[in-house]
């Protein structure tokens, strides 16, 4: 069974520029997560996809931040305009059920300057 | 709010001694999960073990095992003779149980480098 991944691996942008990030679940996992980790802090969560919805964006910092799962299959996050406190690893997780075992991909690292 | 708290930031052993994680958690609610995750050098978070809070029992899985103790609102976790490959960012987390909100809260995480 292939893991979560994520795509790219690491991105380099401009201030100012958009970036979209990729995250495919595994097959058959509702639940998608996306979480972020800014140096040195902790992991935090930005959002909760049931399926093709949003069932909890609390975490999302503003509106520079849109995420998307059409489909109910992958999932995209993009960034645009992107600032230099947008930098930090960004984590994609599935889970086949709310509160279970939630399978994490390898991240993107994403660098603004 | 919950909130994970890892206070140790940086741990370093030698190979086969046996070394602690601390966590401590905040919650109001009275269910909730508890995780450990361990992230190596290739990035990903490597789930170890979930816990819920109706179940104070020690785990032991080969050289791991966990301390749940709700009264001190600890979840330790102790790797025995430890080795190099346990070198890794190891995270604690907190979640409500199902049927609320299953968004994992984390702590910090601690890096632990086993030298040989």
């Known amino acids: 069974e292939a893991g979560v991944t994520q795509f790219p691996s690491h991105s380099v942008i401009e201030k100012g520029q958009t970036v979209t990030l990729r995250c495919d679940p595994i097959s058959g996992h509702d639940n998608l997560y996306w979480y972020r980790r800014v140096m040195g802090k902790e992991i935090k969560f930005l959002l909760h996809?049931?399926?093709?919805?949003?069932?909890?964006e609390s975490g999302m910092p503003n509106n520079r931040f849109l995420a998307e799962r059409t489909g109910g299959t992958y999932s995209t996050l993009k960034v645009q305009p992107a600032e230099l406190e947008d930098s930090g690893v960004y984590f994609c997780?599935?889970?086949?059920?709310?509160?279970?075992?939630?399978?994490f991909g390898q991240g993107t690292r994403l660098t603004v300057v | 709010a919950q909130k994970v708290t890892q206070a140790q930031t940086e741990i370093s052993v030698v190979e086969k001694e046996d070394v602690t994680l601390d966590c401590v958690y905040e919650?109001?609610?009275?269910?909730?999960?508890l995780f450990w995750y361990k992230q190596p050098p290739s990035g990903e978070l490597v789930f170890l073990i979930r816990?819920?809070?109706?179940?104070?029992q020690n785990e032991i899985s080969g050289r791991y095992s966990w301390n749940f103790q709700k009264s001190t609102s600890s979840f330790n976790f102790t790797i025995t003779a430890s080795q190099v490959v346990d070198s890794a960012v190891y995270f604690c987390a907190l979640s409500e149980l199902p049927g609320a909100n299953s968004k994992l809260t984390f702590g910090k995480g601690i890096t632990l480098s086993v030298r040989p």
């Open positions: 996809f049931v399926k093709e919805s949003k069932q909890d």
């Open positions: 816990r819920n809070s109706f179940d104070e």
């Open positions: 919650t109001r609610d009275t269910t909730y999960y």
């Open positions: 997780a599935s889970s086949r059920d709310r509160g279970g075992e939630a399978f």
